[in-house]
């Protein structure tokens, strides 16, 4: 009998991947991870975020109206150390970082999967919209695209491994979202109409500064704004509020718009610039992850994203050592930030990605 671990957010996406397993035969277990306390993170009840109590609730429904057996597991220390941590201390070295990614990293696909080991289950399976396939000609495991590139989600996944991708199912990968919804509304689901999470779970309201100023337990120092030649432009607010690109909230009137153009964590100092300013056309990239290949041995034409929302873009990209790559952009590319994933592409095929430094 093959059998399927399926991580059920409480959403429309991860039922339907439950209920499409279920129907090519395996033998499921549903499951929701408990990740963090409500009480810590000053979450309360609202509509667009994941893993919350009723999101518990909605995953047990689904489970209970398909006849599969369900459990919650609790991976909060694993969820703290991993991605809150992670997270924090990102922001505080100047980084503006990607949590999904490090959940999807540490917590699904390794904890998780972890834990289908651990109890005898073929596959992890989550509601993703990607596909996995098997390459003949590479003898190797392939990310691809889901086939609704609105909804496409391979950016967030390029981490796994071989072992890794060999072990999961992406069921709704092959449908779109209008698809999804539809399944799910013939199969009587509770959450058949529910919103996408788009919010970080852990962070209310999207009010990031807060949330680790409350973490830390502590507020942070204002510093100086400054343009790129150190003058001084005003004062800024604590140095973790302001993001790469930012130009909302920075209090300083000037003719033409000013932007976040750089940190400096040492002098806790935010520069400050024009829209030309934040474009470049090349990044280094660490802790990388290759899918298609084992190293970059020659530049590769490639098309590289680097961030969840951005359309791909031809690039060059070299392989520096074992843990770095260097693209270079045919066109420069604004606001590239240190700490979000630059992640390659050959068509529809992730080849691999890092974390931009």
Not at 7 to 19: C, E, K, P, R, T
Not at 147 to 173: C, R, W
Request: net charge negative; charged share 30%; hydrophobic share 35%.
């Amino acid at each position: 009998m093959k059998t399927a671990l399926i991580a059920m957010s409480g959403g429309v996406d991860s039922s339907v991947a439950a209920l499409l397993m279920k129907e090519k035969g395996y033998d499921c277990m549903g499951t929701t991870l408990k990740l963090f306390n409500n009480d810590d993170t000053g979450v309360i009840k609202r509509d667009n975020t994941c893993c919350s109590l009723d999101d518990i609730e909605d995953a047990r429904s689904v489970a209970f109206d398909l006849d599969i057996p369900y459990y919650v597991f609790n991976f909060t220390s694993n969820f703290k150390e991993e991605v809150m941590e992670r997270f924090v201390c990102a922001y505080e070295s100047g980084f503006t970082p990607n949590p999904c990614i490090d959940c999807n990293r540490y917590i699904k696909f390794e904890h998780l999967y972890d834990k289908a080991k651990e109890l005898g289950i073929q596959y992890v399976v989550t509601g993703h919209y990607a596909r996995v396939e098997y390459d003949e000609d590479l003898n190797r495991y392939i990310l691809k695209k889901g086939l609704d590139e609105k909804k496409d989600q391979s950016y967030v996944l390029y981490s796994l491994t071989q072992e890794q991708l060999a072990h999961t199912k992406f069921p709704v990968g092959e449908l779109t979202k209008d698809e999804v919804r539809e399944l799910a509304e013939k199969s009587g689901f509770i959450n058949a109409a529910k919103k996408d999470s788009q919010d970080i779970c852990f962070v209310l309201d999207g009010d990031y500064a807060k949330f680790i100023e409350n973490y830390r337990n502590k507020k942070y120092d204002s510093g100086d704004f400054v343009d790129s030649k150190g003058n001084v432009l005003g004062e800024h607010d604590g140095i973790i509020k302001y993001t790469i690109g930012q130009r909302k909230g920075l209090g300083i009137s000037s003719e033409r718009p000013l932007y976040v153009t750089k940190k400096d964590m040492k002098k806790n100092k935010v520069v400050l610039g024009h829209d030309e300013d934040l474009f470049s056309s090349e990044l280094v990239a660490r802790n990388i992850n290759l899918i298609t290949i084992d190293s970059i041995e020659e530049p590769l034409r490639l098309k590289a994203k680097i961030r969840y929302n951005q359309v791909e873009q031809w690039a060059t990209v070299t392989q520096l050592n074992d843990d770095e790559i260097k693209v270079v952009f045919d066109e420069p590319q604004r606001a590239i930030a240190k700490g979000q994933a630059v992640v390659l592409y050959d068509g529809d095929t992730v080849v691999g990605g890092g974390t931009i430094i």
